[in-house]
């Protein structure tokens, strides 16, 4: 829940009183998705491979206020192709 949330549902910021987010990252590499509907690209060639890589995220969270507690989750699943992008450049700190 973040600023616009609280003030959507009038929530001041003031009767907060606790958070908690608890996020599930499951690593694995599967067979190809036939019905993926995104297409991959590298250096302007669709990229197609035998296995992708697959992100499940599993995402619980609750804030609490002087009167109740909030609940929400997430269930996302994202794949992409096994050495996809094939041009990318390392992260540099």
């Not at 609280?6 to 599930?24: F, R, S, Y």
């Not at 694995?28 to 991959?40: D, G, L, Q, R, Y």
């Not at 035998?50 to 994202?78: A, G, H, P, W």
Request: with cysteine.
């Amino acid at each position: 829940m973040d600023s616009e949330d609280l003030a959507t549902n009038k929530i001041p910021v003031a009767t907060l009183t606790g958070a908690h987010l608890t996020v599930k990252l499951s690593l694995s590499v599967v067979p190809w998705n036939e019905p993926a509907k995104e297409i991959f690209y590298s250096d302007g060639k669709a990229v197609r491979t035998e296995k992708m890589n697959q992100c499940i995220l599993e995402c619980d969270s609750n804030v609490t206020t002087d009167e109740t507690v909030y609940r929400s989750t997430l269930f996302e699943v994202q794949e992409w192709p096994l050495g996809w992008p094939a041009n990318a450049s390392p992260i540099r700190g």
